[in-house]
């Protein structure tokens, strides 16, 4: 048979069935639209979870009480022995497995900044954080270890945040907030990262020392988390 003879056999079958044919092309159009927005969907996720994570390392590891055993065993949280500062040292010392770990917790606190009062969350971490989080200053200097035994009535601002009150970063730096009526001189403000990093958005965040935060933020109520950083 002829080229020319399939072709018209093949062109009269389509006109006598267009709608099998129509049906055909749009599953064939359907399944493959599907295929490659399921692909850019899943790739779109796994850029945006390197991107949050991006920062930490491989070896960080999150300490998180389980919340849900707790709810079924009745524990209740001020029966829990509550991870401090003290212990985290030991924890570090005691570990070979361990380059460095950090507390984390956080509180709501009646906060005035440049004029401006409002209730926001406030993080307070110990001085770790810089190197486990990857969080450097891009203005003044971040929160030490000194800071947090001295317990030092200091702040490192969230980039966004400095810019949101002082209209540039930079002019934060010297400045005073009140956090529950308490004055913190601001040390630092951070790096711009324009994401998550990890649990936290530095951006958005006011950081405290840990110390300054289990005395004047911290609900009794509240679960101190570790974030610790495993040899490679």
Do not use: C, H
């Not at 099998?20 to 969907?41: D, H, N, P, R, Y």
């Amino acid at each position: 048979m002829k080229l020319t003879e399939m072709l018209r056999i093949i062109w009269i079958n389509i006109l006598q069935n267009k709608f099998k044919v129509i049906l055909s092309s749009l599953g064939i159009i359907v399944g493959a639209t599907t295929i490659v927005l399921v692909i850019a969907i899943g790739k779109g996720g796994e850029a945006e979870i390197t991107k949050q994570f991006g920062d930490l390392s491989a070896a960080t590891i999150y300490i998180n009480p389980d919340e849900a055993k707790m709810k079924l065993s009745n524990i209740g949280t001020s029966k829990i022995e509550r991870l401090n500062y003290e212990l985290m040292k030991e924890i570090k010392e005691e570990n070979p497995y361990l380059d460095d770990i950090m507390l984390l917790d956080s509180g709501l606190g009646n906060v005035i900044i440049n004029g401006e009062a409002y209730l926001r969350n406030i993080t307070g971490v110990t001085g770790e954080y810089e190197e486990i989080f990857n969080l450097s200053a891009a203005y003044g200097e971040n929160i030490t270890e000194n800071d947090v035994e001295d317990k030092s009535l200091v702040t490192v601002l969230g980039y966004d945040v400095a810019v949101n009150y002082y209209g540039r970063a930079e002019y934060a730096v010297g400045e005073y907030i009140s956090i529950n009526n308490k004055f913190l001189k601001i040390i630092g403000v951070l790096e711009r990262k324009g994401d998550n990093v990890g649990i936290i958005l530095p951006d958005a965040s006011v950081f405290i020392p840990y110390s300054v935060g289990e005395e004047y933020v911290f609900s009794d109520s509240s679960i101190p988390r570790a974030v610790a950083l495993a040899n490679d």
